[in-house]
């Protein structure tokens, strides 16, 4: 018997060799691909995470201006009560007392005790 090529056992084993191989290829090209499809998913959800931060942070900036605004507005005093309407009102009433006690509506004591009441009050 004539050996024509190689024999059935060598053309099975190069053939096993070929075809790891290629899975091996196939496996580490697949590995990569994912490896960097990963690596991209979390670069953006990493710029999306920062971008929500600043978001967040510029929110909260505003924030903390309106109640620095707020707290502000509410440190400064009051402002002073009209002093001259209350002076123009009591003046009318004083002269309403005077023109009643000259016009002997109320006499001396009543005028003095109307008038102590206005100015106390």
Same mark, same amino acid.
């Given at each position: 018997? /004539? ?5 059935? +056992?060598? #053309?099975?084993?190069?053939? =096993?060799? #070929?075809?790891?191989t290629a899975g091996a +290829? $196939? ?30 942070q510029d929110a909260l ?5 309106? *109640? ?18 209350? $002076?123009n009102d009591m003046m =009318? ?6 023109? *009643? ?9 009543? /005028? $003095? ?6 100015? =106390?009050?």
């Open positions: 018997m /004539f050996r024509r090529g190689p024999g059935l +056992v060598r #053309v099975a084993a190069t053939t =096993a060799v #070929v075809a790891g +290829v $196939s496996h580490h090209q697949q590995q990569k691909y994912y490896n960097q499809a990963n690596a991209q998913a979390n670069a953006q959800a990493q710029q999306q995470q920062m971008a929500d931060m600043q978001a967040q900036a505003q924030q903390q201006q309106a *109640l620095a605004q707020q707290q502000a507005m509410l440190a400064q005093p009051a402002p002073a009560p009209a002093a001259p309407a209350a $002076s =009318a009433q004083l002269n309403q007392l005077a023109q *009643l006690h000259n016009a002997g509506v109320l006499n001396d004591a009543e /005028f $003095s005790a109307a008038k102590q009441k206005l100015l =106390a009050g």
